[in-house]
């Protein structure tokens, strides 16, 4: 009657809590009193700009056993490698922390090694995935200039500040007489570079100038005319009291 009892009463245990197959314990391990214990787990945490105009991506390894380092992570940002060291524990969650360059992060892989040995590797890759801008904004001038490689004028607009104020902008005291030949390489930059050469295309009586919009240092400048010198090179900057959108 003992045995009868026993074995209804474990039937009943079996269809109330169901049956565990080995296939559901694949990322587990039966540890002491057959208690399961969770593989560690190395996940991209979050992805930041830094206090360096850089991007920080942080990296957590969770459910490591024990409390020594992991070991070395190492992946692979937009095809570029990269390394780090375990910082710190807290819990049983040690933390990594990657310094990238901002732009494009695609974080397509990375892994723990310790001893020669994977001990995790990423369980989401790809994740945070996107283009990053870092640092301060900058500015965006008010006032709009329309690139041109041939701008006339019905007679010269003299100063430096008069050539700048034409188009709304403010003289930055950057000159460049000294020019020779048909081109110029910047040794600045400025929000526009106005080129002047003789009067060319635009007609007897007339001056020709190039304007240049968004002008980096080593832009090669060309003469507004083919066959004229240069005959200078003035940088304009966005007026300060222009009021800012």
Request: proline letters at 6%.
């Amino acid at each position: 009657m003992r045995n009868v009892l026993s074995m209804v009463l474990f039937g009943s245990l079996v269809a109330v809590t169901g049956c565990v197959g080995m296939d559901e314990l694949s990322s587990e391990s039966t540890g002491e009193l057959g208690k399961k214990t969770a593989s560690p787990q190395l996940n991209l945490s979050h992805v930041v700009c830094d206090d360096t105009s850089g991007i920080t991506a942080h990296f957590v390894v969770l459910l490591f056993s024990g409390t020594s380092q992991p070991g070395t992570l190492t992946g692979v940002n937009n095809g570029e490698p990269f390394t780090a060291e375990a910082e710190k524990l807290t819990g049983n969650v040690w933390h990594y922390n990657v310094s990238l360059d901002a732009g494009v992060i695609d974080i397509t892989s990375a892994q723990v090694t310790k001893s020669s040995v994977v001990t995790a590797s990423l369980h989401n890759p790809g994740e945070y995935s996107g283009t990053y801008s870092c640092g301060p904004e900058e500015p965006v001038c008010a006032v709009t200039v329309a690139p041109s490689a041939l701008y006339c004028t019905d007679k010269p607009l003299k100063n430096p500040g008069a050539e700048c104020g034409h188009f709304g902008l403010a003289y930055t005291g950057g000159k460049i007489d000294d020019v020779t030949g048909t081109s110029y390489t910047t040794l600045q930059g400025a929000y526009v570079a106005i080129v002047k050469s003789g009067t060319g295309d635009c007609g007897p009586g007339n001056s020709a100038y190039s304007v240049y919009v968004g002008v980096s240092t080593g832009d090669t400048l060309l003469t507004p005319t083919g066959g004229q010198d240069i005959s200078h090179v003035t940088y304009c900057a966005c007026p300060a009291a222009a009021p800012q959108p």
